[in-house]
């Protein structure tokens, strides 16, 4: 899990008022769909972090590190759906285990998948 604060003591969070109505609505995406499959309300944030990571999870918190993954693709986030939801159901993955390398947080993923589809099939209206 990565600070707000970077090794230098320097704030790296993005103010609410300095989000785009795409990363508004990135936000209630990985909210609504969490809520849904998890039960339990999430967090999300905004980084502009130096160091290369794209997100970062634990339990019911996520954060975005914006400098990574750019601006103009937060805000169209739906232009880019595929990378959106590979990012997202990898992070929401990491409920199930920390490690890459772990049987949990691999068989994690292809749960949330799984969850995420049938979810979307259920109710398309989350992305629009
Ligand atoms: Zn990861």
Redesign the pocket.
Known sequence: MFRRFDPNGRDVSLPEDQWTDGMKSLVQFCKATHEEIFGEVLSVQYFKDPRG?L???SRNSLTFNYRSIGKKKCSNWKTHLEYFMDLII??F??RYG?S?FSED?WRGTTKVGAKMALLLRAKPELLN
Do not use: G, L, N
């Open positions: 990571y997100a970062c999870y990898h992070e993955a990491h920390s890459h947080y």
